[in-house]
């Protein structure tokens, strides 16, 4: 994997507690983004980051939120967690090249179970 | 809004054979498409990738081709193998978008 490293791998959470799920990458890349992956719906963003403090919302931003303080970390925050946030998240990087966006490098995933 | 599509969600073939993979999408102002694998508990891996100023690349084993004009791009994998099962996606930039994948089963 191109240098990302996402934790916890797995976590059972509580309904109505808060959660972060945190994403640290090794390859200074500019862009990071948070997906959830649920069966059916493929991979959707919830939201992504194109620089430190610089963050935008994806098209399931509802129930997050993010912070990227530093250029290796992009943290995703579930507020107050509900059974309907139990999905796979992923965390993706990339970067501009010469001709423009490349390609998006992907975590390993991080397994979250609201009870 | 940006959406990006499959025509098929399962596909089966025989190892040895040719496989295409399907995608439709909706932005016509995306310029860059990408190909990802996934295999079960894993992440996404980029296969390839193409620019709007081409119609085909070609890669290892796997050629995507692009057409503009219906807004529709596919994936040919050449003699399929099982290793190749797995879920495919196709993505677009704009914000990095993905359909709903593919899954290529491939039997022995």
């Known amino acids: 994997d191109a240098g990302i490293t996402q934790s916890p791998r797995h976590k059972v959470t509580e309904t109505g507690t808060p959660v972060t799920l945190r994403c640290h990458q090794t390859?200074?890349?500019?862009?990071m983004y948070w997906y959830r992956q649920d069966p059916g719906h493929g991979l959707r963003l919830i939201h992504y980051?194109?620089?430190?403090?610089?963050?935008d919302k994806g098209e399931v931003s509802d129930g997050y939120s993010v912070s990227r303080s530093k250029t290796e970390d992009f943290l995703l925050t579930l507020e107050s967690a509900t059974s309907s946030q139990t999905s796979v998240y992923f965390c993706?990087?990339?970067?501009?090249?010469?001709?423009?966006?490349?390609?998006?490098?992907f975590g390993q995933g991080t397994r979250l179970t609201v009870v | 809004g940006e959406s990006v599509g499959l025509h098929l969600p399962t596909l089966s073939v025989q190892e040895g054979d040719n496989s295409i993979i399907n995608c439709a999408y909706s932005?016509?102002?995306?310029?860059?498409f990408i190909w990802y694998k996934q295999e079960s508990g894993k992440g996404p891996q980029f296969i390839i990738d193409?620019?709007?100023?081409?119609d085909k690349r070609q890669g290892q084993r796997v050629t995507v081709l692009l057409n503009k004009t219906v807004k529709h791009l596919s994936l040919q994998i050449a003699a399929t193998q099982p290793g190749d099962s797995a879920v495919y996606f196709c993505?677009?930039?704009?914000?990095?978008?993905f359909g709903q994948g593919t899954i290529l089963t491939v039997h022995p």
């Open positions: 980051s194109y620089g430190v403090k610089d963050t």
């Open positions: 932005n016509s102002a995306s310029d860059y």
């Open positions: 993505a677009t930039y704009g914000k990095l978008t």
């Open positions: 390859e200074n890349h500019r862009y």
């Open positions: 193409i620019r709007s100023n081409m």
């Open positions: 993706a990087i990339s970067e501009s090249g010469r001709q423009g966006a490349t390609e998006a490098f």
